[in-house]
């Protein structure tokens, strides 16, 4: 048995309510096989809605979540009221996250942390910068940033976490790392898993690529053996491009 196949569309800060249902109403019938993991991280005002029209069908999710359970954090969203909205995972550590809005490794693993404890499952997403990869830096970052955002996540909890590589410099650029570049990468993360955890765990574990992908490199991307699927922005947005990626993939899969 592999491991299972995931993709995930990231919204960011796009769609209206009635977009969004709309795009999972559109989707439904475009999809032919369930037989990989597909998931929607969407506006938070967007979540009820969107779990209410997916029916089960999709795994919904947010884009950020507090690391508190209540309080006054104004402006936050707590796991209870994404658990309440109908969603059952978070991104945690999107580059946008980390370096728009500053959040710093040990917030992160905070919200790793929590999460896991309030059953919301962890999309953690690492990637160096391009100033990193250029200086031949990527490990060093991937290593920290595994480190730091799983410290302390017991063995048992691992299940609930899948790794999205997501080079920054590719995110939203139209310039994705080529298949062996992700390929490398996800390795190395795989090992870093298997040092801090056990071979096995790092085996079981899905490792995500994101950054750019499209109908046509996801083709290639997925023939990897490290590359479990797939993180999509961009093309996550128009209802026909996700779900002939999802379509791909899950032909990949059969
Ligand atoms: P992109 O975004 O596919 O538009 O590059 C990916 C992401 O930010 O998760």
């Given at each position: ?111 790793v ?37 799983l410290?302390g996540v017991r063995?048992?909890d ?97």
């Amino acid at each position: 048995m592999g491991r299972s196949l995931v993709v995930i569309g990231n919204w960011k800060m796009h769609k209206t309510i009635g977009q969004a249902r709309d795009f999972i109403h559109g989707l439904s019938k475009k999809i032919s096989s369930t037989s990989i993991q597909v998931g929607l991280a969407v506006p938070f005002t967007a979540l009820s809605a969107v779990s209410e029209a997916s029916s089960k069908k999709f795994l919904i999710g947010v884009q950020n979540i507090s690391q508190f359970s209540e309080g006054a954090y104004t402006g936050e969203i707590s796991t209870t009221m994404v658990k309440d909205a109908g969603g059952t995972f978070s991104l945690i550590g999107h580059s946008e996250r980390r370096r728009l809005y500053h959040e710093d490794p040990h917030m992160l693993c905070q919200k790793v942390h929590h999460c896991l404890s309030e059953g919301i499952k962890v999309v953690l997403c690492i990637g160096e910068t391009e100033e990193e990869h250029f200086l031949g830096n990527t490990e060093i970052v991937l290593k920290a940033q595994l480190q730091q955002g799983l410290k302390g996540v017991r063995i048992e909890d691992m299940p609930q976490i899948v790794i999205a590589y997501e080079p920054v410099w590719a995110i939203g650029t139209g310039r994705s790392a080529t298949a062996d570049e992700a390929q490398r990468a996800h390795s190395f993360c795989r090992s870093v898993i298997a040092h801090a955890y056990d071979k096995a765990t790092a085996e079981r574990v899905s490792i995500i690529y994101g950054g750019s992908v499209t109908v046509k490199n996801i083709q290639e991307l997925i023939q990897q053996p490290d590359i479990d699927g797939a993180l999509v922005g961009g093309a996550s947005l128009d209802v026909e491009s996700f779900a002939t990626i999802v379509n791909f993939l899950a032909d990949v899969n059969l």
